[in-house]
């Protein structure tokens, strides 16, 4: 059986393109809907951020991290925005951008 942070980076890496999903979603997703902090955790540590899109994962607000551990919040809305995805007032727009897990 995979380890908790295996199941976390299973399910980012299946967030399409010009998509986000929250740390609750990710979380619910990954088995546990109590996990939000463990998600922010093991993307904060994440072994192959080429392959693990964790830029696409944002707050239940839809912004993006304080502490995007790839170049900052800045860094992390602009490889967003690279991907189409829109913001209003430094929030992602979920009605347009949300994941919807599948």
């Known amino acids: 059986m995979d380890n ?3 199941r976390i980076y299973d399910v980012v890496r299946r ?19 109590r996990w939000s902090r463990v998600v922010g955790y093991a ?3 994440n072994p192959e951020p080429d392959s693990i899109p964790c830029f696409r994962v944002v707050n239940r607000f839809g912004e ?4 995007f551990a790839f170049g900052g919040k ?4 602009l ?7 829109e ?4 929030r992602v727009d979920l009605s347009k951008h949300l994941w ?3």
């Open 74 to 77: 800045n860094m992390q809305i």
């Open 4 to 6: 908790t942070f295996d």
């Open 15 to 33: 967030i399409p393109y010009g998509k986000v999903a929250t740390y609750g979603q990710v979380a619910l997703l990954a088995g546990n809907p």
């Open 79 to 85: 490889l967003l925005e690279n991907e189409g995805v």
């Open 64 to 67: 993006p991290s304080s502490a």
């Open 100 to 102: 919807n897990g599948e």
């Open 87 to 90: 913001f209003t007032d430094g």
């Open 43 to 45: 993307l904060h540590v």
